[in-house]
């Protein structure tokens, strides 16, 4: 059968798919001529897509913003997007506070709060009328021949692929990942996060609150507003919802009655944005860290959840998969600005290689930072609870602290 050959094939039209091709579509050989991409997503793309009171949103960081900018994808994300002004981080009963403000570091905002949906018909808005793009849709990988010099790919619909480079985007249960035998490990944190979409009594004003409970901790980030017929249009705040839980625990809370639940979370929440004046649909999630035991194969790379899904509590998941497909796109970059035969091998081991070198400082630094405060706010010994407290005391007035873990909440 005929084979199609590209330099690159993506393996998943989800963000960080999307956010790969729309890194590597301005990419040209020495000679001027476009990289060839293909991108293969099993669902069907959607256009235009209607906006909920329950659309699923990310917390992207500062450096995420700053990079969709230089996508050119920014300006239609922002506008649909809620600047996070402060972090707001408290321990229910105990004295410890702690404070974080975009106005003391000369920034607009520390982050944003966007839906996945706006973000995801940004990004196929941004390729869908590139010409050295091709979608293979609705379809998916099933076979994999790592070749000294290409790939070698069939799809479920028989087609066949060639590359230079396969790029896994295919999320945390990627086929790249499993057809490649790559091995995972598996930390599972015995929580699950029930993650909902509230509306508020009071108006937010772009505050971020990670508030730590003796069952876990609950982030509550700012959204816009939503307005629907069902909704008290006294309502000021709609905010996200992520409550880390004991499993047993995420589940009772998910099947009370909205008010009941609405009570509870304003028990343990407390009254920081008044009362809850609407609860959206509730989902459960089982939570663990997972890491592919290697980010790089024979001619392919794992991106985003492909490579690691980690614990919310920083909200840094996200945001980790986008600095790995910046890191890639700057290498393929370099690769063929360096190229003098203008036969540049964007696949190379070396450049893999490299791309694994420099990745996983950065992963991990976000898991410790992340493993860290799972251990130290999830648990209710004494000694815990007082160095915590303490910790958030000492973070408030001791700048270099503060000013490390600022920096790694706007993703740099």
């Known amino acids: 059968m005929y084979s199609q050959h590209f330099d690159i094939v993506i393996s998943g039209g989800g963000l960080s798919g999307c ?14 001529t476009p990289l060839t991409i293909a991108i293969i997503e099993s669902t069907a793309i959607k256009q235009s897509i209607k906006q909920t009171f329950d659309d699923r ?73 590139s010409n050295n793009i091709t979608w293979f849709t609705p379809d998916a990988i099933s076979k994999i021949e790592f070749k000294a010099q290409q790939v070698d790919i069939t799809l479920n619909s028989q087609q066949q692929l060639t590359a230079k480079l396969l790029l896994g985007c295919d999320g945390g249960n990627s086929i790249c990942r499993q057809l490649a035998n790559i091995a995972v490990s598996q930390n599972d944190y015995q929580q699950s996060a029930l993650i909902a979409n509230v509306a508020c009594e009071h108006d937010h004003q772009g505050k971020a609150f990670e508030r730590f409970t003796e069952y876990g901790p609950i982030a509550m980030l700012p959204m816009t507003n939503f307005i629907a017929p ?27 009655s909205d008010d009941k639940f609405a009570q509870q979370l304003e028990q343990n929440f407390g009254t ?65 600005v360096n190229d003098e035969s203008n ?7 070396a450049l893999l290689n490299q791309y694994s070198d420099l990745r996983t400082k950065d992963l991990k630094q976000v898991i410790s930072l992340t493993d860290s405060l799972v251990t130290l706010f999830s648990n209710q010994l004494p000694p815990l609870v007082v160095g915590r407290n303490i910790g958030l005391k000492v973070l408030n007035y001791v700048n270099p602290l503060k000013n490390a873990l600022v920096r790694k909440t706007m993703g740099y």
């Open 57 to 129: 949103v990310l917390a992207l960081a500062h450096g995420s913003a700053s990079y969709l900018q230089q996508l050119g994808a920014w300006s239609t994300i922002k506008k649909q997007a809620c600047a996070i002004k402060d972090i707001h981080i408290s321990d229910r009963g105990h004295y410890g506070k702690a404070r974080l403000s975009a106005q003391d570091y000369n920034v607009n905002a520390l982050g944003y709060v966007v839906a996945m949906s706006v973000i995801g018909e940004a990004l196929v808005n941004s390729i869908e009328n």
């Open 272 to 336: 920081w944005l008044g009362k809850i004046t609407y609860v959206g649909k509730r989902n459960v999630y089982p939570l663990a860290l997972i890491q592919a035991k290697q980010q790089t194969y024979h001619r392919m790379a794992l991106i985003g959840n492909a490579s690691h899904t980690i614990h919310p509590i920083a909200g840094q998941g996200f945001n980790l998969g986008l600095r790995d497909v910046k890191q890639m796109a700057e290498l393929i970059e370099q690769a063929l």
């Open 343 to 349: 036969n540049s091998d964007i696949g190379s081991l």
């Open 230 to 256: 069902n909704i008290d249009s006294n309502s000021q705040g709609r905010c996200s919802l992520v409550w880390t839980l004991p499993p047993t625990q995420a589940q009772k809370m998910a099947e009370l």
């Open 19 to 32: 956010l790969m091709v729309l890194s590597l579509a301005s990419l040209k050989h020495r000679n001027g």
